[in-house]
């Protein structure tokens, strides 16, 4: 897998849209953003005044806090995914939120949310967010009841051999010793980091 | 856009504008860029902190009001929430680690409680608020939270109590008739 740990990611001339209704949260990444070059950052209090930007602007990459709209956040994002006619369904979108229980991870990846950034964030965290993003792109899939990046990150090999993706790779592991972890217990370990 | 259909579902190769232009050459080393946002938080500190010195004393003062227990007290812990909601999501990014924790602690120990139906435990609140008012004054003020290990480690207990408490409305609300009249 590339690293990227030490990857500059260039923000000149691209468009950010942060959807927070906490002003002063806003400006936070507003500035860490601005530190890293982004030269255009719109922000939208509500999902109506984010449906405008979107409508009047180009935008690039969508900051969204699910706590939007007495938290509609996720549906929001839910709604521009599932809309094969937006011309941003595609667009990477981050959920940054304070809230990282369990269960609202669990809604961020759920709905279409490209990775998420837990609150107070450094300008550390998001930057390597961003760089994740930019360089290990992911396919998009659509099934009847999703649309959005790949839940499956890439593995490098599973025991036996099997193989979930036609590019998954082989690795050297050691031999089964007791029963594969739960779906469940697997999420539990996914934890977004500060 | 490249697509690749399987019957049950379709995978669509994307190449975003984001990606190709944050790929592209002439970006500011990682660690230029870092320390120019942390510059940037420096520049805005004064702003946010007003901010959440203001959004304290409206958390204290929530709290201090719902020790009354009076016909209001859903008034002031909805007011507390309001104030904690905020201040947790700025207080950490500028240096107020400690009133950062106290009010993400209480935003669990409210959406907890709200969750299971339970009443809000009035011991846990005033515990908080005990801790904010400390967190308050000269000597913790912007003091961090690693260096307070015993108070945190304190606050975080009482957190886990409610947790247990909601747990257990939670399994009680679930149990058959026959279970409660037992």
């Avoid at chain 1, 929001?76 to 995914?81: A, C, E, L, N, W």
Wanted: charged content about 25%.
């Amino acid at each position: 897998m590339l690293d990227t740990r030490n990857a500059a990611i260039n923000l000149a001339g691209l468009s950010f849209l942060l959807v927070d209704p906490n002003p002063h949260a806003s400006t936070i990444v507003h500035g860490i953003l601005r530190g890293f070059g982004a030269t255009r950052v719109v922000e939208a209090r509500t999902p109506d005044h984010a449906i405008q930007v979107l409508t009047d602007q180009k935008i690039d990459m969508m900051l969204v806090d699910p706590s939007l709209a007495n938290g509609r956040g996720l549906a929001f994002i839910r709604s521009i995914r599932k809309d094969p006619n937006n011309p941003f369904r595609t667009m990477p979108i981050l959920v940054v939120t304070a809230d990282t229980r369990t269960s609202t991870i669990k809604a961020a990846r759920d709905c279409g949310a490209n990775m998420v950034v837990a609150k107070p964030m450094s300008p550390a965290s998001l930057y390597e967010r961003l760089s994740w993003v930019a360089f290990h792109p992911r396919n998009f899939v659509e099934t009847a009841t999703y649309f959005g990046p790949d839940r499956r990150f890439k593995i490098e090999g599973l025991p036996g051999g099997v193989g979930r993706r036609a590019g998954d790779g082989q690795v050297a592991i050691a031999e089964e010793e007791g029963p594969a972890m739960s779906q469940n217990e697997i999420d539990s370990l996914l934890q977004t980091a500060r | 856009m490249k697509a690749v259909s399987n019957g049950t579902h379709r995978e669509i190769e994307v190449d975003d504008d984001f990606g190709r232009q944050a790929r592209s050459p002439g970006a500011l080393p990682r660690d230029d860029a870092i320390e120019r946002a942390h510059a940037e938080l420096t520049r805005l500190k004064p702003q946010l902190e007003e901010h959440v010195k203001l959004q304290c004393q409206q958390l204290e003062a929530a709290l201090l009001a719902a020790r009354a227990r009076d016909e209001k007290h859903l008034v002031h812990i909805a007011d507390a929430y309001a104030a904690s909601l905020s201040i947790r999501d700025i207080a950490d990014s500028i240096g107020h680690s400690l009133v950062g924790f106290i009010a993400a602690n209480l935003c669990t120990i409210i959406e907890t409680a709200d969750a299971a139906h339970m009443d809000y435990p009035a011991a846990v609140i005033d515990c908080h608020c005990d801790a904010l008012r400390l967190a308050l004054s000269p000597p913790y003020l912007g003091k961090p939270l690693r260096e307070l290990p015993e108070l945190s480690a304190g606050l975080s207990q009482t957190v886990r109590i409610t947790k247990a408490m909601a747990e257990r409305v939670a399994a009680a609300a679930a149990a058959p008739p026959a279970a409660k009249a037992s």
